[in-house]
């Protein structure tokens, strides 16, 4: 037994020095030192031993099996450092390689013009107000006197998904929902995403963007709408700006207006961007329908309102001389980094 003692020590000692990888490390653990290992064996044979002798012989055997575990330690820490230099090597940084310059992004088209739409109506006391994009047909057209049938829903034929929830046209919903819910003096506006059933061109999307306001106090006028429509157009497209009003009609503001303002590529002297005209269409707007104020618990004998809608990406066109509207969608970063 002392002969195998010595072969296993010996066997062990030649096969650890060899070892890789710290996979062969716990293959020769467990052949030597595992359950049916061969030191494990040995040791199961010690009843075959004379007593004189087995005090000798279990002396050896925990020599050896205290050999080979720290053999073993040894082995694991020698391939441990070895792959830690490995991986030092392979991770070194060559800090005399010129580094990469990461590329900045910028904020898009639509949100330059909604972020100066925003600016300039805060600066006049106005706050922001958001609703949800699936809407109920009752906020979305009935509330704002489009009647169930009536051919006024047929401009903004949407997309529905059941008979009474669709995604909604414009945001007035939003305004709907906050009349209902708050007592004037009333001063917002409402910006999103909207959608209608528009065949996709370079000027029509069945999805685009909206700034709508809405004031509601004692004594508003069309005079104090006019100005704000002035003050905004000015602020936008320069000092010089003009507007001019002209009648139209929506269901939900009456009086109701389109709102042309000063084309800001000639000055108003007549051009290929306004046609000739001098003038470009840009919003419409009007005094909010009693009969919406009355059906938002708002009593319209003390209290009166106007209301104005925006298209950010139509005017996005125009301020930066953008002639195709589908260039906002299709993320071509060569389009967007001129901007």
């Known amino acids: 037994m002392k002969e195998q003692l010595d072969a296993i020590k010996n066997g062990a000692e030649a096969e650890l020095e060899s070892a890789g990888s710290l996979a062969d490390i716990e293959e020769l653990r467990l052949k030597y030192l595992g359950k049916k290992g061969e030191l494990t064996s040995v040791l199961r044979g010690m009843g075959g031993v004379a007593p004189e002798e087995r005090p000798l012989v279990g002396q050896m055997a925990n020599d050896v099996r205290g050999f080979i575990e720290s053999?073993?330690?040894?082995?694991?820490?020698?391939?441990?450092?070895?792959?830690?230099?490995?991986?030092?090597?392979?991770?070194?940084?060559?800090?005399?390689?010129?580094?990469?310059?990461?590329?900045?992004?910028?904020?898009?088209?639509?949100?330059?013009?909604?972020?100066?739409?925003?600016?300039?109506?805060?600066?006049?006391?106005?706050?922001?107000?958001?609703?949800?994009?699936?809407?109920?047909?009752?906020?979305?057209?009935?509330?704002?006197?489009?009647?169930?049938?009536?051919?006024?829903?047929?401009?903004?034929?949407?997309?529905?998904?059941?008979?009474?929830?669709?995604?909604?046209?414009?945001?007035?919903?939003?305004?709907?929902?906050?009349?209902?819910?708050?007592?004037?003096?009333?001063?917002?506006?409402?910006?999103?995403?909207?959608?209608?059933?528009?065949?996709?061109?370079?000027?029509?999307?069945?999805?685009?963007?909206?700034?709508?306001?809405?004031?509601?106090?004692?004594?508003?006028?069309?005079?104090?709408?006019?100005?704000?429509?002035?003050?905004?157009?000015?602020?936008?497209?320069?000092?010089?700006?003009?507007?001019?009003?002209?009648?139209?009609?929506?269901?939900?503001?009456?009086?109701?207006?389109?709102?042309?303002?000063?084309?800001?590529?000639?000055k108003g002297k007549g051009c290929r961007t306004c046609k000739q005209e001098g003038w470009v269409e840009l919003l419409g707007a009007g005094m909010v329908n009693p009969w919406v104020l009355q059906n938002c618990g708002i009593d319209p004998e003390i209290y009166s309102g106007f209301a104005f809608g925006i298209g950010i990406d139509r005017v996005a066109l125009c301020k930066f001389g953008i002639d195709d509207m589908r260039l906002f969608f299709e993320n071509d970063v060569r389009f967007l980094s001129q901007f």
């Not at 820490?77 to 070194?92: A, G, N, P, V």
């Not at 972020?115 to 109506?121: A, P």
């Not at 949407?158 to 995604?167: C, E, K, V």
């Not at 704000?228 to 507007?243: H, P, V």
Request: glycine fraction near 6%; include cysteine; charge should be negative.
């Open 71 to 266: 053999g073993i330690i040894a082995a694991k820490d020698r391939l441990q450092k070895k792959e830690r230099l490995m991986r030092m090597e392979s991770d070194m940084i060559d800090v005399t390689v010129p580094g990469k310059k990461p590329r900045l992004g910028s904020r898009h088209t639509l949100s330059i013009v909604f972020d100066e739409f925003t600016e300039c109506f805060i600066g006049m006391g106005y706050e922001i107000a958001e609703g949800p994009e699936i809407e109920h047909d009752y906020y979305n057209f009935q509330a704002l006197n489009f009647p169930l049938g009536h051919p006024s829903r047929d401009v903004q034929d949407t997309f529905y998904i059941t008979d009474s929830i669709l995604l909604r046209t414009h945001t007035s919903p939003v305004q709907v929902r906050v009349m209902e819910n708050r007592k004037p003096p009333i001063r917002i506006i409402c910006p999103g995403r909207v959608y209608r059933s528009d065949e996709v061109d370079a000027t029509h999307s069945p999805v685009f963007h909206q700034v709508e306001g809405l004031v509601v106090d004692k004594g508003v006028t069309m005079g104090d709408l006019a100005g704000t429509l002035k003050m905004f157009a000015q602020r936008i497209f320069g000092e010089s700006t003009d507007i001019r009003l002209r009648p139209h009609y929506f269901p939900f503001t009456e009086p109701s207006a389109e709102v042309d303002v000063t084309c800001w590529v000639c």
